[in-house]
C-alpha cells in the first residue's frame, strides 16, 4: 500500500511541475548577445546561460525570473524581472543595448 501510495504522489508531482513552466521569448537589439538568466526567491540560484544567442526560447519554473543580455564587446544590458503566472503561458522580453539607446539620433 505505501509503495502505491508514493508512486501515485510521484507521479502526480512530476505531471504538475511539468505542467507550472512559463515560456520565456528572448529577443536582443541588436542580435547575436548571450542572454543570462536566473529565477529569483532563493539564494541557491545561480545565474544560467539560455540555450542560444540572440532570440531564444526556453521554458522557466520560477515565479519571477531575472534576464539580462551580454554582447560579444562586453556591454550588458539592464537587468529586467519578470513575475511569472501560472495563468500565462508565455511571457515577451525585449533586451536592448544601452549605448546603442543613447546614440539614436
Given amino acids: 500500500m505505501k509503495v502505491r501510495t ?5 507521479l502526480a508531482a512530476t505531471c504538475c511541475l511539468a505542467g507550472c513552466t512559463t515560456q ?3 529577443q536582443t537589439d541588436p542580435g547575436g548577445a548571450k ?5 529569483e526567491g532563493r539564494a541557491a540560484f545561480r545565474w544560467k546561460d539560455a540555450p542560444t544567442l540572440g532570440e ?8 519571477r525570473v531575472s534576464l ?3 554582447w560579444p ?3 550588458r544590458s539592464e537587468t529586467v524581472t519578470i513575475p511569472l503566472s501560472m495563468r500565462r503561458k508565455e511571457e515577451n522580453v ?3 543595448r544601452l549605448d546603442a ?3 539614436a539620433p
Fill in 35 to 39: 542572454i543570462r538568466y536566473r529565477g
Fill in 24 to 26: 520565456i521569448n528572448v
Fill in 68 to 70: 539580462y543580455a551580454l
Fill in 73 to 75: 564587446d562586453g556591454v
Fill in 56 to 63: 531564444a526560447r526556453f521554458p522557466v519554473r520560477y515565479g
Fill in 101 to 103: 539607446v543613447k546614440t
Fill in 94 to 96: 525585449k533586451l536592448t
Fill in 6 to 10: 508514493l508512486s501515485f504522489l510521484f
